[in-house]
């Protein structure tokens, strides 16, 4: 079906903060895009700053910084004043602890307070904060402390006993952790009392633009996950694409619904609303429907930025129910995690009134690098065009998928509607500037001075560009980009287990689950009994990346160097000749 | 499909089934009656849609999307199961 463009009207594209997308492009200019934020008296620049101590030192002291709902639906706000002094108060709390400038600061929690106080207030005191996902399990938690030599972590009782307890003494760098709240356990302090004795004093650690800021651990298709360090000039891209790709203005209401364990939940769930003046909305609560719709109404969310799988589980109610609730407030909805299928824009906009619009990045790039904006057509389906600033192109792929690089040179693909690897031009402020501790890793995310996505697009006559697949095996479930090895390497250790492969198998709601195929060693039958006892150990250690689905298959396909083929698994999975593996990304 | 409305027992044994199959060693009687199942089994959405899927299967009763916030604790669910359709 051919999905008709959302055109803008003439009220809408006057107001936006775009309003000249190729003007503006054309003139765009990082370092001149630095007037926009305030700086540091010594030519330094720290994120915290641009957050939080420029607002609390200014006109929007008393302006509502963080609006918390909790799972009770009571809300407490702090103002820019308070979250600046609860900072002030985090950061002189790790000097009292001996964690210094560039030591790593992590955290895991869900959607509280003490998130932002704890992120903010770390990199105040100049050290690298790395967010986990809280529901990941036991396992990928102890992995990325240990990748990331872990001085501290924050979490919260509850997640403490289930995840961390029994894992921290495998992190031998990890000196402290601190429970969010009033109540300590054991070796791991309750939080608040200790902010509460700490001194409100102004704390902020001068930093260097190209100082590490923020560490953000992602899968890969082979080996641990990768560590991508971010430095505090992100927080340029993030104040500058929340303006043109997210419309944000300083008397917003802004609700990002991203995991803080992911790159979202950080660059859009804290900073950005913030370098803006916004008011940031949180929700403790889990996704249900009726809950959503009472947060946008409620709160008076004027900009939201959630995820397909979001909205697509609000599709599946009927359209009454977002009648029942008033959304007058709500003026800009985005959305990222995976492709935005045109019906959810197309039912955005018959059902709120507004379209959603689409756009694409990914931990390594820090910020939105594509979009649909505000005073622009969106066409259905499609992620939109390059952010200003950012420089974006499609690679011909080898025989591997990957972008093909001969002699050095890699080779740009010219015509309209040809597919090729999403390659970005260095130069963007966000841009990870290591994978921690992994330089080979990081050189080979490089080819002929272009970053390679890994995944693959075209683009349109009009320079649209439309999401096709992955060049590789990652998968996109929910929102969250899991790495079929981790949870082939934790599929392995269990005795039954000789051999597994794991997919993204296509869901309408989720985009893809994670899906295993695993062979037994001798001695083991394929039994239900043996199924199910593979779903629970493999939930036991990754939590919600665990596999969903787990199938018994003797005769996995392999590589020549004897690999499990995960592309054969798949196309055995979709029902596609197996011999065709070219015809695979066109189902997405 | 209309069907009987069902004893509290038979609901309880249909809803520890559907969790199994989500998450087979949950622990079920560790968790209290009234407490928030996806908080105390750490369901995210998806295995909350998985968890609706088995229950209707199981039952033979239509559960609409509207009926989700009626499945949060053992309890609740209990409830929803034996008030018929």
Redesign the interface.
């Known amino acids: 079906m051919q999905w008709q463009p959302i055109g803008k009207p003439a009220s809408i594209r006057a107001a936006a903060n775009l309003r000249d997308y190729t003007a503006t492009c054309r003139a765009f200019d990082w370092t001149a895009a630095r007037a926009a934020l305030s700086g540091l008296p010594d030519g330094g620049l720290n994120i915290a700053h641009e957050a939080v101590d420029r607002h609390a030192e200014g006109a929007r002291a008393d302006h509502v910084a963080l609006r918390w709902v909790d799972r009770t639906d009571t809300v407490t706000e702090l103002t820019y004043a308070e979250l600046a002094e609860r900072t002030n108060r985090f950061a002189a709390l790790l000097r009292e602890l001996g964690i210094h400038r560039g030591d790593r600061v992590y955290t895991l929690l869900g959607r509280v307070p003490d998130l932002y106080v704890v992120v903010l207030g770390a990199l105040k005191a100049g050290c690298v904060v790395s967010p986990l996902f809280s529901a990941f399990g036991p396992e990928p938690v102890r992995q990325r402390l240990v990748l990331g030599g872990a001085s501290l972590l924050v979490t919260s009782p509850a997640l403490y006993r289930r995840k961390v307890r029994d894992i921290r003494h495998q992190v031998p760098t990890l000196r402290h952790v601190l429970l969010s709240g009033a109540t300590g356990e054991g070796d791991a302090p309750a939080l608040e009392p200790m902010l509460t004795a700490s001194s409100p004093a102004p704390s902020l650690v001068s930093t260097a633009p190209d100082d590490a800021a923020l560490l953000h651990f992602t899968s890969g298709t082979t080996g641990t996950p990768k560590g991508a360090l971010h430095v505090h000039e992100a927080v340029l891209a993030h104040h500058v694409t929340a303006a043109y790709a997210l419309d944000l203005r300083a008397d917003d209401v802004f609700w990002c619904t991203a995991d803080p364990g992911w790159v979202t939940g950080t660059s859009y769930g804290i900073v950005a609303p913030l370098t803006h003046g916004a008011t940031l909305v949180s929700d403790e609560g889990d996704f249900e429907a009726h809950r959503w719709y009472r947060v946008l109404d409620r709160q008076g969310v004027t900009v939201w930025y959630t995820a397909p799988t979001a909205l697509r589980m609000l599709m599946r109610h009927g359209d009454g129910l977002a009648e029942g609730y008033d959304l007058s407030a709500l003026r800009f909805i985005a959305s990222v995690g995976e492709p935005l299928n045109p019906e959810a824009v197309v039912w955005g906009q018959a059902t709120l009134g507004l379209p959603v619009h689409d756009n694409w990045w990914q931990t390594e790039t820090g910020a939105i690098m594509i979009g649909n904006f505000a005073a622009e057509e969106i066409r259905p389906g499609s992620m939109g065009r390059p952010v200003p600033g950012v420089e974006v192109c499609l690679l011909r792929r080898g025989a591997e998928g990957r972008a093909l690089v001969t002699g050095g040179r890699v080779h740009p693909v010219t015509a309209a509607g040809e597919e090729g690897e999403l390659a970005i031009r260095p130069g963007w402020p966000s841009m990870f500037r290591a994978y921690w501790n992994d330089p080979e890793r990081y050189a080979s995310a490089f080819a002929d001075g272009w970053y390679l996505s890994g995944d693959v697009a075209r683009r349109d006559a009009d320079g649209y560009y439309w999401f096709v697949g992955r060049a590789d095996d990652m998968i996109k479930s929910a929102g969250h980009l899991v790495g079929p090895f981790e949870v082939e390497s934790v599929l392995l250790a269990h005795p039954a287990v000789a051999e597994a492969g794991v997919i993204g198998k296509p869901d309408p709601v989720a985009g893809e689950l994670v899906k295993a195929f695993v062979s037994l060693r001798p001695g083991h039958a394929a039994t239900e009994e043996l199924r199910l006892e593979l779903l629970a150990f493999g939930r036991r250690a990754l939590g919600a990346v665990a596999p969903k689905e787990i199938e018994f298959d003797p005769d996995l396909p392999h590589t020549r160097s004897g690999k499990v083929m995960r592309r054969l698994l798949k196309a055995r999975e979709l029902g596609l000749p197996e011999g065709d593996l070219s015809t695979l990304e066109a189902t997405r | 499909m209309t069907a009987e409305p069902f004893t509290p027992d038979r609901a309880r044994d249909a809803v520890r089934t559907a969790l ?1 199959g989500i ?3 949950a622990e079920l009687d560790d968790v209290r009656p009234d407490e928030n199942l ?2 105390a089994l ?1 369901l ?4 909350f ?2 968890f609706v899927r088995r229950l209707a299967d199981a039952t033979g009763k239509e559960i609409d ?2 009926d ?2 009626r499945l949060e604790t053992l309890d609740s669910c209990v409830g929803f199961l034996t008030t018929g359709n």
Request: aromatic share 6%; net charge negative; proline share 12%.
């Open positions: 199994l998450v087979p060693d996806r908080q750490e995210d959405s998806m295995d849609l998985a999307e509207d989700y916030p």
